[in-house]
């Protein structure tokens, strides 16, 4: 069965420090990873995903992750985090299709931004 | 475009009774997804739409859950009768087609309350 560990529950950076956010997964063949970010009382929104090909993955927001497979891990980045960053992120690993949505959810990782 | 749209946004109820919740997804996606996130966790898929029909409702707890697509459009999550460990946020959700390439849009969610 599919997956995933958030090791780190609350995560406090200041405003322009760098950002990693860790995520480990568990899944028997290659997996699709994602990760979104959930701002108080809204829902998710993807910030990017990983399907195949180049393991540096770009997304929305200066966001970026690293498919890593010999360590089963996918952390986000953030060179110089921004106070609207402050949020909820989680990290998910997906199904085959058609049951992609039948993604797994992490716990989630709260972040705070100090000014 | 507009967006996943949800209702009621927030439901107090008490333990037992019903309460149902609407869901009207993006123009044109095929896909409709309904989540448990309940505080503290990741979402949880409880079932998957491929225009009408069923594709995943593997964690739906069927005892006491519902849920209709008619016309591969709108959609309604019924509980009843409802329980204390039910209050969460129910998350409505939308994608092109549900396969694997297409991103999974969310709406802001409806938080029910049992006491």
């Known amino acids: 069965a599919q997956s995933v560990t958030q090791p780190d529950i609350h995560i406090t950076v200041s405003e322009g420090a760098s950002l990693e956010l860790r995520c480990n997964y568990s899944?028997?063949?290659?997996?699709?990873l994602f990760w979104y970010v959930q701002s108080p009382g809204q829902g998710l929104q993807l910030l990017l995903k990983?399907?195949?090909?180049?393991?540096l993955v770009q997304g929305i927001k200066g966001f970026e992750a690293e498919f890593k497979r010999s360590q089963s891990s996918f952390n986000l980045r953030k060179p110089s985090v921004h106070w609207s960053d402050a949020a909820e992120y989680f990290c998910?690993?997906?199904?085959?299709?058609?049951?992609?949505?039948?993604?797994?959810f992490g716990d989630g990782t709260t972040l705070t931004v100090k000014p | 475009e507009a967006g996943v749209a949800q209702s009621p946004r927030y439901k107090i109820i008490e333990k037992r009774q019903s309460v149902a919740f609407w869901c009207n997804p993006i123009?044109?996606?095929?896909?409709l997804y309904w989540y448990q996130q309940i505080l503290g966790q990741g979402p949880k898929l409880l079932i998957q739409?491929?225009?009408?029909?069923?594709?995943?409702d593997s964690q739906l707890p069927k005892d006491r859950f519902s849920a209709e697509r008619l016309k591969g459009v709108d959609s309604t999550l019924k509980i009843q009768p409802a329980k204390l460990e039910d209050s969460a946020v129910y998350l409505c959700?939308?994608?092109?087609?549900?396969?694997?390439?297409?991103?999974?849009?969310f709406g802001e969610g409806s938080w029910l309350t049992v006491v």
């Open positions: 123009s044109g996606h095929a896909t």
């Open positions: 959700a939308s994608s092109l087609d549900g396969m694997s390439g297409n991103t999974i849009y």
């Open positions: 739409f491929q225009n009408n029909g069923v594709v995943d």
């Open positions: 990983y399907f195949s090909g180049d393991t």
């Open positions: 899944y028997g063949a290659t997996p699709y």
């Open positions: 998910a690993v997906g199904a085959n299709p058609p049951h992609a949505g039948k993604s797994t």
